[in-house]
């Protein structure tokens, strides 16, 4: 089946670090990656909607200049969360479909990461 | 905007139990997710439905539109089914449950 690797698992790094966050689909070309982020013992809210070639549309109250998403390849999507605080500090997973609206495809998710911001 | 409600919120049960997790949603959809997300946060696309019902192994979805509302059943409980069970609908980007947090005991 359709396999998304994301990297790293786990993050540690002190405040004012920037962090980045990979996205791959190993075995099938993802024109649509989602960026989710995730507060313990809460449901998955989306941060924003990376397509392939184009800029990434961001939900309200995500800043862009915060957590930039490039998505340069069919396979590849980053998130860089940059000049993190503690607040930064969440699970962060993204998830991968071959095309169309995400909730009409199978969606395929990476196993995430935990950010911690000391 | 859509909500959607799961329940329960926890769930502990003997293993070999019979398992309904439930997942209600206020506004149309064309596709529900069932989700599996283990201990260490990862994901597992479990279902997408959009009518019926679907098995996979000891897995059952079923979807009831008209009502809004969908049941993921478990056969033969087993403690590697200890995971969160969420829901997800479209339209447009997907909206999550909760989760329900499931405990099977040997």
């Known amino acids: 089946g359709a396999v998304v690797s994301q990297h790293p698992s786990r993050v540690i790094c002190k405040s004012g670090t920037s962090v980045k966050i990979e996205c791959r689909s190993l075995d099938f070309q993802a024109t649509t990656m989602f960026w989710y982020r995730q507060f313990p013992k809460q449901s998955l809210m989306l941060m924003a909607t990376s397509n392939e070639g184009s800029k990434a549309t961001y939900e309200q109250g995500v800043e862009k200049d915060k957590f930039l998403i490039n998505h340069a390849s069919l396979t590849l999507s980053t998130l860089t969360v940059t000049s993190a605080h503690p607040e930064d500090s969440s699970f962060y997973i993204c998830?991968?479909?071959?095309?169309?609206?995400?909730?009409?495809?199978?969606?395929?998710f990476g196993d995430g990461t935990r950010l911690s911001i000391l | 905007k859509n909500e959607v409600e799961q329940s329960p919120q926890n769930l502990t049960a003997q293993e070999g139990e019979f398992i309904t997790i439930n997942c209600s949603y206020s506004v149309g959809i064309s596709a529900l997710h069932w989700l599996q997300q283990h201990p260490g946060g990862g994901i597992v696309s479990l279902f997408m439905?959009?009518?019926g019902k679907k098995k996979h192994g000891r897995l059952i979805a079923t979807i009831n539109i008209q009502e809004k509302h969908s049941s993921l059943h478990i056969t033969a409980s087993h403690p590697r089914d200890s995971a969160v069970y969420i829901c997800a609908v479209n339209p447009t980007q997907l909206t999550f449950g909760t989760g329900t947090r499931l405990t099977i005991i040997p």
């Open positions: 439905l959009s009518s």
């Open positions: 998830s991968a479909s071959v095309q169309g609206a995400p909730g009409n495809q199978p969606q395929h």
